[in-house]
């Protein structure tokens, strides 16, 4: 006998099929919906505090780590929390991993873009490298291609080496496992994960037979299988991501839908952009922030902490708004300065190529967005976790490997390579071109003759850039993007070592496992290329200015270090330096780049500054009690 709740998803499942019936491409009910869901969002009546409302803690930012902390701070029911995010919350496009790239220059994304680079992102319009920023409850874990990596092991040790105690491997290592959920075939016995955690980590189960073939010429070219959040990260592997069942798990489902509505001390508003911070400038105390919430400014305050979890782009720009940064950059736009900090003096970011790119004799393997079928989408809706919808945007496996040239030990990986069947062509030249702001030209002419045709593409990606940039505001108005530069590529090592990344994604691509697809490298020369011999070392390194990609990995804008680190601006407790009851905890407080994706290190920064957190405060509450 069916039971209601059975009887309610069939009738749903029929509906969706007798809208895509009609739809022209399967996609389109999908948007659709998507933008009727927006709609309703910002219409429904949500929780706003009353202008000088006072909590406990404020959470500035829903982001990866400001969900998390909302979730741990709130488990003490005598503690109030706000958390407050710019924008709104997920739809159905954020729940599908397939359709990654389409969120970026949405409302879901800030939209932000370097400033012109000197040295990179010379196929781009304007030569500037889009800045992808998740502007959603979920932060950019709602937006990205959902990679799971923790970086090496010996990241973490340097992070302590530099002074930062607390923060060695084995000190980090289980605020990592304590989060994680895995769901990982043939690793549920690993003593590297955890399975209890919130967050789901899981094997995407539909697997191209080009990501197999790929996975079976790097083992051919001497890279081991491996599980690369395990004790050895030189290897290769499918790839591990924050997918359930085959559905994205952002950090907003993951930590704040299960306890949105049952703690009654989380308070979460959507829709609203803090502007300011706001400091007693006598006693330079944290006092609460300013923010805007459809057209009017409200107040609110903080009995304990106010915390900056809005990422490695706008926790800086908050700081200098309030008047906490680098006296210069303030003076020129007319804030008043409160506190001297080299707010945004550091940016580090880990640039990528785009390609090389190779054909191959399979049929249907590619991932055309012309190729998802109207039975994918029902039996994604049905719970099957096995559509290419759970896909996560084509790119499924990741190799990391130690380049020739490298100075890291030999047990640190300098370069991984992302492979996806998947290409700017694999979409007819919109939604991946857009994302990236290259230009029409340059998909004319390298591009768009492999549409419709089977291939793949490699990304090498640089793990440690020595290129360095920085971050400042543009004007005093809040609602004004900020001056973002890089600085991709200024130092020519790390040409270097991407070139050397080329090379190995070929010579994978050589191996007799890729040849049994007959993987065969594009070679058509780029813009601004084609005086230089197709494949030459003089070549690739022409080409990796043109096509400077990244996976947006923003880190130290609001760098952690002791107090003999001239460029800290927060101690290893993640307080601002200068100012009482303020931190910031986000990726912009890392001192080094991880050798990995940095969506998983904000999960970790935020259970370490929860637990850092707790002490301090609930060690104060028993002092008062026993007084």
Known sequence: MKTVESIILSSALLFISLQLIEAANPFDYV???????????????????????????????????????????????????????????????????????????????????????????????????????????????????????RGNMRDYYNWAALGNYGWSFPEVFHYYMKSEGAYLKGLEQSPWHNRTGELSVEFVEFRSEIAKYFVKG???????????????????????????????????KSFIEPIRYSRKNLHVIN??????????????????????????????????????????????????LSGIGPGENLQRVGISQLVEL??????????????????????????????????????????????????????????????????????????????????????????FKTAANFRDDVY???????????????????????SKGSLRLRDRNPFSPPEINPNYLKEQEDVEFLLEGIKEAIRIAETPSMQKINATLWKRNVPGCEHLKFGTDEYWRCSIRVLSYNFYHYIGTCRMGPHTDPMAVVSPELKVRGVRRLRVVDNSVVPTMPAGHTAAVALMIAEKAADLIKQEWEQNYKININT
């Not at 979730?71 to 159905?92: K, Q, T, Y």
Request: overall charge neutral.
């Open 218 to 252: 790097a083992q051919d070219a001497g890279l081991k299988s491996v599980d690369y959040n395990g004790y050895s990260q030189l290897g290769v592997s499918f790839a591990q991501a924050t997918t359930r069942n085959g559905h994205r798990a952002s950090s907003s």
């Open 342 to 431: 080299p707010v945004g003096q550091v940016l580090y970011d880990q640039v990528t190529h785009f390609g090389p790119v190779f054909t191959t004799n399979t049929t249907g393997s590619t991932l055309f967005g012309n190729t998802i079928t109207q039975k994918d989408l029902d039996q994604y809706f049905a719970g099957s976790a096995g559509t290419r919808i759970s896909s996560t945007a084509g790119f499924e496996t990741l190799a990391f490997f130690r380049t020739r040239n490298s100075r890291t030990p030999t047990d640190v990986p300098n370069i991984e390579i992302a492979m996806g069947a998947v290409g700017l062509a694999s979409d007819g030249g919109t939604t």
């Open 271 to 320: 829709y609203s952009t803090v502007i300011k911070i706001i400091i007693d400038p006598i006693t330079l105390t944290a006092l609460g922030v300013e923010h805007v919430y459809k057209g009017k400014v409200y107040s609110v305050h903080s009995r304990k902490e106010t915390i900056l979890s809005a990422g490695a782009l706008h926790s800086p720009q908050l700081l200098m």
């Open 31 to 149: 948007f659709k919906r998507a933008a009727e869901e927006n709609q309703r969002d910002r219409e429904k009546r949500q929780y706003v505090p009353k202008d000088n409302s006072i909590f406990d803690f404020i959470i500035v930012g829903g982001g990866s780590a400001g969900c998390l902390l909302a979730n741990r701070l709130s488990e003490n029911p005598r503690w109030s929390v706000l958390l407050i995010e710019a924008g709104g919350n997920e739809n159905i496009v954020h729940d599908m991993p397939i359709l990654a790239p389409n969120l970026q220059k949405t409302d879901s994304d800030w939209q932000y873009q370097t400033t012109p680079q000197e040295n990179a992102c010379f196929g781009m319009r304007d030569r500037k490298c889009s800045l992808p920023h998740g502007k959603v409850l979920g932060g950019s874990s709602s937006i990205n291609y959902l990679y799971y990596t």
């Open 444 to 466: 004319q002419k390298a591009f768009s003759e492999l549409e419709n045709r089977d291939h793949f593409t490699t990304i090498p990606v640089l793990l440690y850039p020595k």
